[in-house]
Nanobody, 126 residues
Framework: QVQLAESGGGLVQAGGSLRLSCAAS????????VGWFRQAPGKDREFVAV????????RYADFAEGRFTLSRDNVKNMVYLEMNSLKPEDTGVYYC???????????????????WGQGTQVTVSS
């Protein structure tokens, strides 16, 4: 199975920026798309963004549109999530996940992803 490892989380002041990385290893040829999800304490896992592994097209949650930028390097097997203008409500554990097949527009649902990283903590102070 594809293995994923997130990094780049940390503590940042409101209005600041962070760049998260997701390193993929193993049978990366299986990857169709890589998504990012986040989970705040006591809340459900929430879709953030997704990128098509082959062509680099992206989709974003409404709260991420215009603030977050998702990109991938499928030669280096890396995915990057640049987060700007961070708000306290962006606080949570951020996970990357690999989807092996086209989901028919259900990329926002965590259940359709096949492999997950362990997450990286993002804390935005007010």
């Amino acid at each position: 199975q594809v293995q994923l490892a997130e990094s780049g989380g940390g503590l940042v002041q409101a209005g600041g920026s962070l760049r998260l990385s997701c390193a993929a290893s193993g049978p990366t040829a299986k990857i169709y798309a890589v998504g990012w999800f986040r989970q705040a304490p006591g809340k459900d896992r929430e879709f953030v963004a997704v990128v098509n592994w082959s062509i680099g097209s992206t989709r974003y949650a409404d709260f991420a549109e215009g603030r977050f930028t998702l990109s991938r390097d499928n030669v280096k097997n890396m995915v990057y999530l640049e987060m700007n203008s961070l708000k306290p409500e962006d606080t949570g554990v951020y996970y990357c996940a690999a989807d092996y097949h086209y989901s028919g527009g259900t990329y926002h649902s965590a259940e359709y992803y096949d492999a997950w990283g362990q997450g990286t903590q993002v804390t935005v102070s007010s």
